[in-house]
Nanobody, 127 residues
Framework: QVQLVESGGGLVQAGGSLRLSCVASGRTFSSYTMGWFRQAPGKEREFVAAVSLSGVSTNYAGSVKGRFFIARVDTKNTVYLQMNSLNAEDTAVYFC????????????????????WGQGTQVTVSS
């Protein structure tokens, strides 16, 4: 497993942008599929975006496609989530996740495929 630390959350007005960052410990970051999930009050954790090894493939939830973009920089052990055109429905705690899948370039989307999780960072969008 890796240790994950998210940052970049905060309060933003509707229509604004934020960039979340997630830094991972360890020397095998490049072997992990990286993902972002979110959980709003009273709701279950939901998939947001994922990026496979070397950034070969990405996946996005339908609700964020075209507005959010995930990217990884393996030399920095970091994955980013650029969030644009934010709206109130994007308000949630955002979690970074890592899943060890060194033999596939599929960007997995199910929580069960991720075995390391960060503590989360709050994103609040005011309307």
């Amino acid at each position: 497993q890796v240790q994950l630390v998210e940052s970049g959350g905060g309060l933003v007005q509707a229509g604004g942008s934020l960039r979340l960052s997630c830094v991972a410990s360890g020397r095998t970051f490049s072997s992990y599929t990286m993902g972002w999930f979110r959980q709003a009050p009273g709701k279950e954790r939901e998939f947001v975006a994922a990026v496979s090894l070397s950034g070969v493939s990405t996946n996005y939830a339908g609700s964020v496609k075209g507005r959010f973009f995930i990217a990884r920089v393996d030399t920095k052990n970091t994955v980013y989530l650029q969030m644009n055109s934010l709206n109130a429905e994007d308000t949630a705690v955002y979690f970074c996740a890592a899943g060890l899948h060194p033999y596939t370039t599929v960007a997995r989307t199910a929580p069960k495929d991720f075995d390391s999780w960060g503590q989360g960072t709050q994103v609040t969008v005011s309307s």
